[in-house]
């Protein structure tokens, strides 16, 4: 890794982490980068979930205060989380580099159609009543779903933030806020238990890592702020947008 590719993966993590506290999907960037950089797929799948852990973090701790009344709701989803991603990266490890070859391009494009139907997916969940009955009350459908998606994010972390920012919006209504900050814990731990496995088992580039953490905290911590402030709508098409070319260009590769 020279000066200049160094440069432009701190620059990509630094986005991905502030695109990923504003509305998820960070991922669909800094990803494309690490394969733009010349990264084996699954390495670079493997280096972008270590390299965007930090910047989880750093969303997590701008978003204390909003956590600090979801105690109840983090203790319960908490299991789920970690059994899922558990599963996740069991699955990641086993995948021959080949099938994961084949398999990016379209994960990138399933996430990128999760954006687009995000408000399609919670009208129609609020229509079919898979939501809390309280404050306090976490649907059983939201334990199993925070499993599947802790399994997705653990073996591919694209979209995540997405998924599981919708999933919370249909069955937990709730202050938008609130549920972004949840979502960004849900990812850290899920994260966490992916990061654990792939360092001690994983084909982890370090170098771009590091430089890639360093971005990824900054943007992840920076990005509250924005996202307080912020409509997701065209952030949210950049990215769908970027996510496709990129998809496009592995397919053609």
Known sequence: MDVLQGAALFAAAFIAGAI??????????SFPAL????YPSKAANVTNSVAMWPGYVGGSYGYRSELSRQQRRIALLAMPSILGAIAGSIILLQTPESAFDQLAPFLIVFACLVMVLQ????RWAQAHRLVARSRDHVPAALHVSIFVLAMYGAYFGAGLG???LAVLGIMLPDDLQHSNA????LSALINLIAVVAFVAFGPVRWAPAIVMAAGALIGGYLGVGVARRLGKRGL?????VYGLLSAAVMLIR
Not at 236 to 240: F, G
């Open 236 to 240: 949210r098409t950049a990215v769908i």
């Open 162 to 164: 997405i998924l599981t």
């Open 20 to 29: 990923n506290a504003v509305a998820g999907g960070g991922s669909l960037v």
């Open 35 to 38: 394969l733009a950089a010349g």
């Open 119 to 122: 408000d399609r997916i919670a």
């Open 182 to 185: 949840l979502k960004g814990l």
